[in-house]
């Protein structure tokens, strides 16, 4: 990455600049599947799986997928048969995936400000995105307001392996490995920097129970994958 790009923050504060984030993943965004399948060992087909599952798409649901990238998340879900929106503050993410994925919605929008109406959509999900906004609770609370009364959220994230000594390798790999294969797989290796880096930052399975429950979620629970490597954390919206 030229010396010039700059990052954003990679902790969960509120001042993290939304354009650096923007540029950032419009940077990546030519082979970000690519490198994310192979930097992932191929686990990140199952986490999506077990995303979909969760939330259950029927046809006539609509479902708002929120910094969706490419679609490799509304890709399962509308083969379920739902109605699939797919908003991303990248355009370039927006344009890679249009090119890529068909049947469902695409628009670029910021996850803070979303341009639909209250309960407008049965469920929402966010895959691996929570973590880049400079809001967290207000970002789970602008989903609450999307989200019909007894409607669904699905946050798919990275978090924290609940063996010890698993931890101590994953993050090594995550400080020393990752960076050198994404210098062979990426076009911006400075940008999964940024990613392992906020890994390390974000909170727990539990504290990020807590931060969706604070935003006015009810029934939220998590299930831990790949040894908490990733969780899913889903809620639903009190009626």
């Keep these: 990455?030229?010396?010039?790009?700059?990052?954003?923050?990679?902790?969960?504060?509120?001042?993290?600049?939304?354009?650096?984030?923007?540029?950032?993943?419009?940077?990546?965004?030519?082979?970000?599947?690519?490198?994310?399948?192979?930097?992932?060992?191929?686990?990140?087909?199952?986490?999506?799986?077990?995303?979909?599952a969760a939330i259950d798409p029927r046809p006539g649901m609509v479902v708002l997928d929120v910094a969706g990238g490419t679609g490799a998340l509304a890709a399962p879900l509308a083969a379920r048969g739902a109605h699939v929106v797919v908003a991303d503050l990248s355009p370039e993410m927006v344009r890679v995936g249009r090119g890529r994925v068909a049947g469902v919605g695409w628009t670029v929008a910021d996850a803070l400000r979303l341009p639909f109406a209250d309960a407008s959509v049965d469920a929402a999900t966010i895959a691996f995105g929570l973590r880049n906004l400079n809001d967290t609770r207000a970002g789970l609370a602008e989903l609450r307001r999307i989200v019909r009364p007894g409607g669904q959220l699905a946050v798919l994230e990275f978090s924290r392996p609940t063996n010890r000594a698993f931890a101590h390798v994953y993050h090594r790999y995550l400080l020393g490995v990752l960076p050198r294969l994404a210098q062979v797989l990426t076009s911006d290796p400075?940008?999964?920097?940024?990613?392992?880096?906020?890994?390390?930052?974000?909170?727990?399975?539990?504290?990020?129970?807590?931060?969706?429950?604070?935003?006015?979620?009810?029934?939220?629970?998590?299930?831990n994958l790949t040894g908490g490597v990733v969780a899913l954390h889903h809620a639903v919206r009190p009626a």
């Design 190 to 223: 400075g940008a999964y920097g940024y990613l392992a880096r906020s890994i390390m930052a974000w909170p727990d399975q539990r504290a990020l129970a807590a931060a969706i429950t604070d935003a006015g979620w009810g029934a939220v629970r998590w299930k």
């Design 1 to 52: 990455m030229p010396d010039h790009e700059a990052l954003p923050d990679h902790r969960p504060v509120t001042d993290k600049d939304a354009a650096l984030v923007q540029r950032m993943f419009d940077r990546v965004a030519p082979r970000y599947d690519l490198a994310n399948a192979v930097l992932s060992a191929g686990f990140d087909r199952h986490w999506r799986d077990v995303t979909v």
